[in-house]
C-alpha cells in the first residue's frame, strides 16, 4: 500500500570524517562548502532549493556550516539538534532571521515572525480561540468546504479537471474566515488568495535578492501593492465587525483581539494598538489557508499517485461514513484518514525550512555555537532522514498508525511539521481537523487521479511548499 512520492530524497548523510576544507572560513567545527561553491551555487539555489539541501547532507553530512561573511550559519538535520533548538532550549533562540524579516514586509509584527514579551501577549490574547471546544465549529466549516470544492469538480462537467491548488487555496480561505473571524470571506476570496500569492512570490525573490532594500523594482512594486490589498481587506473586516457589535461571549479571534484594543493602549494589562490587529489577522490568514491548502493539495498528489492507499481510505470511509458527507463526531472514527494526513505532512512539509538565531552561547549536536550564529532546520530533510524513517521516499501511511505513532507521541525532533516546544503552531489542532474531514468529505464517494499526460507536479520551496503552475488533477464518482 504505498507509492513513491513526486521528488526524491537524498540518501542517508554519511558520519562527518577527515580534515574540514572549510576551517579557514567558519569557526564552526563542522565541514560545509567553500565560498567559491556557494557562489557556483546560487543559480541552482534560487531555482530549487530543496535539492540543494538535499546535495548538501548527502556530501556533508546532517551538520553543516555555510561561509558566510557576516556571522556563522549552521544547518542542523540531527533530531536532537532539533529538539535542543525547539524544545529544550527554546528560549535561547529568536526569530531575527531574514526568513521572518523578509515575510514581516506582508504579516507585520504577527505570532509567526515576533519574539520575547510582544509574542507572549498576542498569544495570550489569541489563545482562547484555540481551545478543543472550537473545534467542533472548525469541523462544520470543513465540511462546508469539502461541499464547496467538490461542486468546483461538478461544474466542470463528467470527468472535468480542477486546480487542485487553486481549489484548496479557496476552501481553506473560507474556513480562516468563518472559524477565526466569524465573516464570510467568500467575496474577497479571489483578491486575497491573488493577494497573498503575490506577496508570498515576491517576499522569497525579495529575500533571496542581492539589491538593496531601499531599491524600486517591479518585485518590490507588486509587492507593496499586494499588502495594500490585503490591507484594504482586513480594515473593512475590522469595520464590519465593529458595525455588527463584539459580544462579551464572542469567542473568535477577531473578537477578541478587538477586545484587546478596547481594554487599553499597546502592552498595558494585555492590550492591543490597532496596528498590532492588522498584523494578526494577516499572520492567521497566512497561517491558516496557506498552510492547510498546501498539505491538502500534496495530499491529494500523493493519493492520486497511489491507488493501493486510497482503495484502504476509501475502504475506511465506506465503513465509517456509507456515503454520507463526515461531522465532528466521525474524526476519532478515521485513523487511517488521518495516518495519510500526517504521512502527506511529513513528505511534504508545507513550512519547509525553519530558522532561529542564538541568543548565548550553546551547544547543538556536540557543535559549539557562540551566540548570534543562524541556525537552519529543514523539516524537508529532517522527515527524509534515512536514519529515521525507514525507506524515507515511500508513502506509507501505515508507519503512523499503531501504539505510539510519531506525530502523537513526545517530539522526537524529526517529526516537525508544526515545529515544536512553546512555538508549536497555534492552529495545529485546527489543521489536522479540517485536513481529515475535508479530504474525507471530498473522497467519500469519488476517486481522485492525475489526468493522462500530466506529468507529476514540481515542487516550488516558497514560504510553503505548492506545485509548480498548479495541480490539475480529476474527481470521478466510484
Request: positive net charge; proline residues 10%.
Amino acid at each position: 500500500m504505498t507509492a513513491e512520492p513526486a521528488t526524491p530524497a537524498s540518501p542517508a548523510p554519511p558520519g562527518r570524517s577527515g580534515p574540514r576544507r572549510n576551517a579557514r572560513y567558519t569557526g564552526l567545527d563542522v565541514d560545509g562548502p567553500l565560498p567559491l561553491d556557494m557562489l557556483r551555487a546560487v543559480p541552482a539555489i534560487r531555482r530549487d532549493p530543496l535539492t540543494f539541501l538535499d546535495g548538501l547532507v548527502a556530501r556533508y553530512g546532517d551538520l553543516v556550516a555555510f561561509p558566510m561573511p557576516r556571522g556563522q550559519v549552521l544547518l542542523v538535520n540531527t533530531p536532537e539538534g532539533a529538539r535542543r533548538v525547539l524544545v529544550d532550549n527554546a528560549r535561547g533562540y529568536g526569530k531575527a532571521t531574514l526568513q521572518y524579516g523578509a515575510l514581516s514586509l506582508v504579516t507585520g509584527a504577527g505570532l509567526l515572525t515576533t519574539d520575547g514579551e510582544v509574542w507572549r501577549r498576542h498569544r495570550r490574547v489569541a489563545q482562547p480561540a484555540f481551545h478543543p471546544r472550537s473545534l467542533e465549529a472548525v469541523a462544520q466549516a470543513a465540511g462546508t468546504a469539502a461541499q464547496r470544492m467538490r461542486a468546483e469538480w461538478d461544474a466542470a462537467g463528467p470527468g472535468g479537471v480542477v486546480d487542485a491548488d487553486g481549489a484548496a487555496m479557496r476552501a481553506m480561505l473560507e474556513v480562516v474566515g468563518r472559524t477565526l473571524f466569524a465573516a464570510d470571506l467568500r467575496p474577497v476570496g479571489e483578491r486575497v488568495v491573488g493577494a497573498v500569492d503575490t506577496a508570498l512570490h515576491a517576499v522569497v525573490r525579495t529575500a533571496a535578492s542581492p539589491l538593496p532594500g531601499w531599491l524600486p523594482t517591479p518585485r518590490r512594486y507588486r509587492l507593496r501593492r499586494a499588502v495594500a490589498t490585503l490591507d484594504a481587506v482586513c480594515a473593512d473586516l475590522v469595520a464590519q465587525r465593529r458595525a455588527r457589535g463584539v459580544g462579551p461571549d464572542d469567542g473568535d479571534v477577531l473578537a477578541l483581539l478587538l477586545a484587546a484594543v478596547d481594554a487599553g493602549e499597546a502592552g498595558a494589562d494585555g492590550g492591543l494598538a490597532p496596528r498590532e490587529v492588522r498584523d494578526e489577522i494577516l499572520t492567521l490568514v497566512i497561517a491558516g489557508h496557506e498552510t492547510v491548502a498546501s498539505s491538502l493539495t500534496w495530499t491529494l498528489d500523493l493519493l492520486a499517485s497511489s491507488p493501493q492507499v486510497q482503495a484502504r481510505l476509501h475502504a475506511e470511509l465506506d465503513a465509517v461514513l456509507a456515503g454520507r458527507a463526515p461531522g465532528w463526531d466521525d474524526v476519532p472514527h478515521l485513523p487511517y484518514t488521518r495516518a495519510v494526513v500526517d504521512e502527506a505532512l511529513r513528505l511534504y512539509p508545507p513550512a519547509w525550512v525553519i530558522t532561529r538565531r542564538a541568543l548565548a552561547d550553546d551547544v547543538v549536536s556536540e557543535v559549539a555555537i557562540p551566540a548570534g550564529t543562524l541556525v537552519l532546520l529543514s523539516p524537508w530533510l529532517l522527515h527524509r532522514r534515512a536514519r529515521s524513517w525507514p525507506d524515507p521516499r515511500r508513502f506509507d501511511p501505515g508507519r503512523f498508525l499503531g501504539d505510539a505513532p510519531p506525530s502523537r507521541g513526545p517530539a522526537r525532533g524529526d517529526y516537525v511539521p508544526f515545529g515544536a516546544g512553546p512555538r508549536l503552531c497555534i492552529g495545529r489542532d485546527m489543521a489536522v481537523v479540517e485536513s481529515v474531514l475535508v479530504l474525507a468529505g471530498l473522497l467519500r464517494d469519488r476517486t481522485v487521479s492525475r489526468p493522462d499526460g500530466v506529468p507529476p507536479p514540481t515542487v516550488d520551496a516558497l514560504v510553503t511548499l505548492r506545485p509548480r503552475g498548479g495541480l490539475p488533477l480529476r474527481l470521478t464518482p466510484r
